[in-house]
């Protein structure tokens, strides 16, 4: 079992930055492929980052160039820094775990219970 609890969301003006941390417990971490997804109002959750535990990245088209996803082994944590956010951006971002990168952008084995991240006009 791996246990996922985030932190860092909160209400930011269109054009400002937030960083997420997601800790990780319960399993080695450093072996896990870790992944973000939001999930807006009325809107099915959406992948948006994953990194692989080599520190491949792969990210949605959406947020390519604004976020980024990083990863520290020895706190066990991953990040995900939000950069020149829009509107549209706001949502409930969950962290996310499985066993390869394929599958942590996908159907992740383990996720977080959310944070909220609202973007201001």
């Known amino acids: 079992q791996v246990q996922l609890v985030e932190s860092g969301g909160g209400l930011v003006q269109a054009g400002g930055s937030l960083r997420l941390s997601c800790v990780g417990s319960?399993?080695?971490?450093?072996?896990?492929?870790m992944g973000w997804f939001r999930q807006a109002p009325g809107q099915e959750r959406e992948f948006v980052t994953a990194i692989a535990w080599t520190g491949v990245t792969n990210y949605a088209d959406s947020v390519k160039g604004r976020f980024i996803i990083s990863r520290d082994n020895a706190k066990n944590t991953v990040y995900l820094q939000m950069n020149s956010l829009k509107p549209e951006d706001t949502a409930v971002y969950y962290c996310?775990?499985?066993?390869?990168?394929?599958?942590?952008?996908?159907?992740?084995?383990?996720w977080g219970q959310g944070t909220q991240v609202t973007v201001s006009s």
């Open positions: 319960g399993r080695s971490f450093s072996s896990l492929a």
């Open positions: 996310a775990a499985a066993t390869a990168i394929k599958k942590a952008a996908s159907h992740p084995d383990y």
